[in-house]
Structure formats: structure tokens, C-alpha cells
């Protein structure tokens, strides 16, 4: 039925809902009310529809907004600090010391950069581990983002909150604190199997599950740490997981390189869901992850850009270009990984990484309205062919002109409406002055 009036009416483009056998629908319209989608057909199907704020993709396209199933946001505190070094010498001699100086502001004002930068790459929600998640949550609601946040759990003393005791009372916190929220939703995140004792991922899979939320951890990134578990427990990460019954549906593995064909078993078994980060995998010399063999296993991937100091952006639009092509060359199979499984990572399946696809991921009537326009009046954009082609190997992330989260336009024609840009980027230039002074190597540079 045609609805007889929208909030916001997105109007005259190409709109790719991603819900599955839906084909493109040309000079089409996605209606919103409150925070709702409430309907999508062609435009002329809403000439008689009362609109509050029209909005005119001028023959772009309408798509749902990309889904960052892993990231550690207010790293962009630590955009090109240091590059190019063996994976120790970049965590001790830099990344670390300078995380030992964070607290909730800094990591506050961080995360608003990174919402930022996400919203003017089209990114609408993305998944976060870092410290001091409660300034996450906070900085995600002020960008109007839908993000799923959690503390970073480990055995050793963290800057926050001390010792893991305390952990788990903060993360306990977060979730009583957000509870209820239109847009957070609190995960619980142990780091890896290496940084956390069993007892650890035992205490934290229990609370994941007794109040319905996901944990997200870091799984079989490098070959590191592939042979620091064997050493330890004589099994793969995996395998270690599952022998202890570790593994489960509410469980997103970010990472998972190194694999066996029985680790991907085990994760389909377990329908553990998988965060496919390529860029921080490619810039930290960490290897390849099997997705084709896990999509052809049937696990659910998402698309991850990892922290901004192992990527070093933010941008999902180009994460879907290297996704696709890099397992293309390391099978040398131009078939794998076509553009529409990668725009699907990069949607609805990040949003089923995350338990979210019910309420996200696709443009369907019911679903929340977290939705973005990419202008396609551009020279790398013509001719379009085939939209979604353009989506994986053509667009950019500032080709996004518009976004919607939650019902809310938070960028019209590439103007943040719910950040201080100016505000946004002179906080972090604080932060980074800071870093510079007490950091003697880069005072040398
Ligand atoms: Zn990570």
C-alpha cells in the first residue's frame, strides 16, 4: 500500500535494497518514518505521499548503509604513527606506549574522528574493541552512529579499569548503562586466546550469552599466534576454543587467517560468525584468510577494517574493492568473491555478524532506516552498467553524498549535520601533539 505520508522521503534513484532475489529498482524511492523504513517501490508510487523532508538522490543510488563488523575506532589517534615495522617493534615501541596515555577523553575525541570518517564513507554502524568503551558509546551517540561496543578484556592490567575483576564489572556497567539504547548495543570482547586465560573466555562467552549479546574476539590473526597456542594447549586456536566450548552462534571471530579445513569446519559446526578484515591483514604481512572456503562452508562473514594504525582508514567502500580482489589473485580465480557476495559482506551479512540482520543490513518496510546515497554523477562512476559492480570496484567512500542512521539524517550533500567537524579535528591535533612530545622518536623525525 502507498503510504500517505514519510518523514523523510529519499527520492529519484536506484535503489539496491540487498534483501536477497530483490533486483535493483530504477528511479526508486525508500520512505521513512520516525526511525523506521515504512516503504520502497518506484518514485511515482509516492506523488500523493505528505512529506515532511524530501530528499533527491538525483539518479544515485539508494542503498543500505555499510556495516564495520570490527574496528578499534579511536586508534585514528594513531593514524601513520608508525608504519612499515615488524608487528613487535610497531606494538611496543609505539602503539603501546601511546595507548598507555589514553584515557575517555582522548579516546572519546578519537572515536568522534573516526565517526566522522565513517559517515562520510558511508559506514552506519560498526563494532568496536578498544578501551574506555564507555567514551565510544558516548562519541557513537553524539555522531548519531549505531555502534556495538566493548571492553577489551585481558589477563594483564588494563589503563582503564585495572585488574580483569574489574573488567567484568565494567563491562557489567556498560550493559546495565546502555541498556535500552536506540542505537548501542554492549558486547563483550576478550581479546584473543593468547591475552586471555580460560577462565576468562569461560566467565566472558557466560555473560555474552545470559543477557543475549555478542562477543567479539580476535581469532587466529597470525601464524604468531597460531604456534603460541599449539605451544600452550597442543591445538589450533580453534580447535583449542572448541575443546573447551568456547566456540558458539553469539561468537564473531575477527581475523581467522590461519585456518585448517577443520577449524572452518569447527566454525561452521558452532556457526561462529567471522569478521574478514583484508587491508590491516595485507598492511601487517599477516596473510590471507580462507573466505571463499568459509563462504563455501556456509559461515556468515563480515567486512572489518580493523584499527586506523594497521588499515589506515576507516573506509568499507575500499575494504570491498580489496576484499574481492585479493582472493581473486591468491586463487588466481577471477570467479571468487563476485561484487554481489562482496556487497553483501559489506551489509547484510556484517549486520547477521553482529546478531543486527533483523534490524539492519537490508531496506526492507519495518527495518531501521540506516541508509546512504552515493552520488554517481562522477566521472569513475560513468557509465553504470551494473550498480553493484560500481559499489565494489568503482565507488569511493566520499562518493556517499547523504547518510541516515536510525531515521536521521547525520550527512546531506557530504555536511556532517550531527558532528563539528572543525571541533572534531582540532581535539585530535591536541592528542597528537601530545603523542609527539612524548614520543622521542618521532621528535627526532
Ligand atoms: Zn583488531
Given amino acids: 500500500m502507498n503510504p500517505k505520508s514519510a518523514d523523510i522521503l529519499v527520492t529519484n534513484g536506484i535503489v539496491i535494497t540487498m534483501k536477497t532475489g530483490d533486483p535493483p529498482i530504477y528511479n526508486g524511492a525508500v520512505a521513512i518514518k520516525k526511525d523506521k523504513i515504512s516503504a520502497i517501490g518506484q518514485s511515482d508510487k509516492f506523488s500523493s505521499c505528505k512529506v515532511s523532508r524530501m530528499i533527491d538522490a538525483r539518479g544515485g543510488v539508494i542503498m543500505p548503509g555499510l556495516v564495520n563488523t570490527h574496528t578499534h575506532a579511536a586508534m585514528t589517534c594513531f593514524r601513520g604513527l608508525a ?12 602503539i603501546f606506549p601511546a595507548e598507555s596515555r589514553l584515557n575517555h577523553q582522548k579516546v572519546y575525541r578519537g572515536t568522534l574522528l573516526a565517526c566522522a570518517e565513517m559517515i562520510r564513507s558511508g559506514t552506519t554502524c ?7 568503551e564507555d567514551a565510544v558509546a558516548e562519541a557513537a551517540r553524539e555522531a548519531g552512529m549505531r555502534a556495538v561496543v566493548g571492553e577489551v578484556l585481558y589477563d594483564f592490567p588494563s589503563p582503564n579499569y585495572g585488574p580483569i575483576a574489574q573488567g567484568f564489572a565494567y563491562t557489567k556497567m556498560l550493559i ?8 548501542i548495543t554492549i558486547a563483550v570482547e576478550p581479546h584473543s586466546p593468547y591475552l586471555c586465560a580460560p577462565d576468562l573466555l569461560k566467565q566472558a562467552l557466560s555473560i555474552s550469552r545470559s543477557h543475549g549479546l555478542p562477543m567479539v574476539m580476535h581469532i587466529s590473526e597470525a601464524r604468531s599466534e597460531v604456534a603460541e597456542i599449539k605451544k600452550r594447549h597442543g591445538k589450533t586456536p580453534v580447535g583449542y576454543l572448541a575443546d573447551r566450548g568456547l566456540l558458539a552462534e553469539n561468537l564473531v571471530g575477527c581475523h581467522c587467517v590461519v585456518l585448517t579445513q577443520e577449524d572452518i569446519f569447527l566454525l561452521k559446526r558452532h556457526d561462529v560468525k567471522v569478521s574478514h578484515c583484508p587491508e590491516s591483514n595485507m598492511k601487517l604481512a599477516s596473510g590471507i584468510a580462507p573466505i571463499p572456503q568459509l563462504l563455501k562452508a556456509g559461515v556468515f562473514v563480515g567486512l572489518g577494517t580493523d584499527g586506523c594504525a594497521s ?18 589473485v591468491n586463487t588466481l580465480d577471477p570467479t571468487v568473491l563476485e561484487a554481489s557476495t562482496v556487497l553483501k559482506m559489506g551489509t547484510l551479512n556484517g549486520a547477521k555478524t553482529l546478531g543486527l540482520d533483523d534490524k539492519i543490513g537490508s531496506l526492507e518496510p519495518g527495518k531501521f532506516a540506516d541508509l546512504i546515497v552515493i552520488d554517481t554523477k562522477k566521472p569513475h562512476l560513468t557509465p553504470m552498467y551494473n550498480p553493484i559492480s560500481h559499489l565494489v570496484y568503482a565507488a569511493k ?29 582540532g581535539d585530535v591535533e591536541k592528542i597528537a601533539d601530545d603523542i609527539r612530545s612524548s614520543n622521542k622518536k618521532l621528535r627526532k623525525n
Fill in 83 to 94: 608504519d612499515d615495522l615488524p608487528l613487535m617493534t610497531w606494538l611496543n615501541d609505539h
Fill in 126 to 132: 560498526f563494532c568496536d574493541m578498544y578501551l574506555f
Fill in 176 to 183: 546495565d548503562k546502555w541498556r535500552n539504547d536506540p542505537l
Fill in 311 to 328: 588499515n589506515n582508514n576507516l573506509d568499507l567502500f575500499s575494504e570491498m574493492d580489496t576484499a574481492a580482489k585479493l582472493h581473486k
Fill in 397 to 425: 567512500g566520499s562518493d556517499v553524498s547523504t547518510s541516515i542512521i536510525n531515521g536521521t539524517v547525520v550527512m546531506e550533500n557530504r555536511r556532517l549535520l550531527s558532528l563539528n567537524i572543525e571541533k572534531v579535528l
